[in-house]
């Protein structure tokens, strides 16, 4: 059974007939309901947790471990399985293998054999989890592998656009990956773009006590997936240029856009900002797009066209603003700019810094008006620009990156999905 799950809404529908002109689009997703009627897909998840030295303090192995504990008790029999540990060496606890009771309790005693230690192969290590899932990939099933680490990828391979290229190519192969950064000393940027490239999550966990319950709501959301492999795509004619302002993977041809969302589980509502440019053309005449949803199980449906005009200057100046849209624009701009500004804090390019922040401030001021969510917006960046112009505790830039990672994707603060009301 599909539902109709997508709507779409431009900020303004005339654009200039001799300059280029640039519109943005609010596309909501919403995933159908879990059905009591449904079975659920299978799961085959690859836990892959980092060994090396750092991650014996503060009994955060420990609580990783049982973090696993908890998430493999939690499938079925028809689910499958694998452990992954790494250092500079790789080693695979728990082969994949059907979630019986048998190989929970094997699994188990075997991770319980294992101490931190060494250097941080996270590539490695990542992509053993991912072989394991792959070894025994099942169309029909959600694949997905969970990278936890408290460190840096100094062993194998380290270059982000390395790891974010193995991730997307993993995604499209139809396995998933979601990371967590447990504390202070691990890069926020490298495991958010290994998220986003391969359509999972990223997650923050700011102290070892959150990790059983941040893994647990992952594995919580595997078992409730009602969509898998989302896409919306936007065709339109040939010059139409589409950008997503939000950190979904991209494909992109002369016509059509394809925006890759993931797995969505039971009415989890994705909002999304699309920059949309236009070539030139003359007065008065249409211009469109379609976007549609699509998903690897058909369970989704959904259309929507958006039409604009070519328009004199004075006419575009004049029109009226959807302010919804114009909300939705700004937050997604503030949240960039919140990740570049700490990008550039770490770095102590604390002007540029400020600026990243006021530039959208400056930007959202012009078209406020006297809307007070804008004005809200605007006034909260002028504090925060200010405050990242000096150096700043380590925990502020990871909470700061987290918080706006995750409302570029449509999550809390605490992470969870947001959800349609019933």
């Known amino acids: 059974m599909t539902e109709q799950t997508l709507a ?28 009591a009627a449904a079975v659920r897909p299978r799961v085959n998840v690859a836990f892959v947790l980092d060994r090396s030295g750092s991650m014996g303090a503060r009994d955060k192995f420990t609580l990783a471990a049982q973090a696993v504990r908890d998430g493999i008790g939690r499938l079925a029999p028809t689910d499958r399985f694998s452990v992954v540990v790494y250092d500079e060496q790789v080693d695979v606890v728990a082969p994949g293998r059907p979630a019986t009771a048998d190989a929970r309790a094997d699994a188990l005693r075997a991770l319980g054999q294992v101490e931190p230690r060494g250097s941080t192969d996270l590539g490695g290590g990542w992509l053993r989890g991912a072989e ?4 025994e990939l ?38 998933s990956t979601s990371t967590f950064g447990v504390g202070l000393d691990f890069d926020e940027g490298l495991l958010a773009g290994m998220a986003d490239a391969g359509g999972g999550a990223f997650r923050f966990i700011g102290t070892p006590g959150e990790i059983p319950a941040l893994i647990g709501r992952e594995v919580g959301e595997l078992l409730e997936v009602t969509a898998r492999g989302v896409e919306l795509r ?10 997503c302002l939000s950190p979904f993977p991209v494909e992109a041809t002369s016509r059509t856009s394809i925006v890759h969302l993931g797995d969505l589980v039971a009415d989890q509502v994705v909002r999304l900002v699309l920059a949309i440019g236009f070539p030139l053309g003359e007065v008065g005449r249409e211009i469109g797009a379609e976007l549609s949803l699509a998903d690897r ?5 959904g259309s929507a066209t958006l039409t604009w005009t070519f328009a004199p200057g004075h006419a575009n100046d004049g029109q009226e603003r959807d302010r919804e849209v114009d909300r939705a624009v700004a937050q997604a701009y503030a949240d960039r700019a919140r990740r570049e500004a700490v990008e550039l804090n770490r770095r102590g390019a604390w002007d540029e810094a400020r ?13 406020a008006g006297s ?7 605007v006034a909260e960046l002028e504090r925060e ?7 700043r505790p380590e925990m502020d830039r990871k909470v700061a990156y987290a918080r706006s990672t995750l409302s570029l994707k449509s999550r809390g603060s605490d992470g969870a999905v947001f959800r349609r009301e019933r």
């Not at 394991?132 to 070894?135: C, D, K, L, T, W």
């Not at 656009?161 to 396995?175: F, K, P, S």
């Not at 620009?385 to 150096?391: R, Y």
């Open 8 to 35: 779409a809404r431009a900020d303004r529908r005339l654009i200039r007939a001799v300059h280029h002109s640039t519109r943005y689009v609010l596309a909501e997703v919403t995933a159908p309901p879990a059905s």
């Open 132 to 135: 394991q899932v792959a070894s």
């Open 138 to 175: 099942d169309p029909e099933a959600v694949n997905r592998v969970l990278l936890l680490t408290d460190g840096l990828a100094n062993v194998g391979i380290t270059h982000p656009a390395e790891l974010n290229h193995h991730a997307g190519e993993l995604r499209a192969r139809g396995v």
């Open 234 to 243: 936007i065709a339109g004619p040939e010059g139409l240029r589409v950008e």
């Open 297 to 301: 199980d058909g369970r989704l449906a």
């Open 355 to 367: 600026s990243a922040l006021q530039g959208v401030a400056r930007r959202t001021r012009a078209y």
């Open 371 to 377: 809307d007070p969510v804008l004005r809200g917006l």
């Open 385 to 391: 620009a200010d405050a990242w112009a000096v150096a």
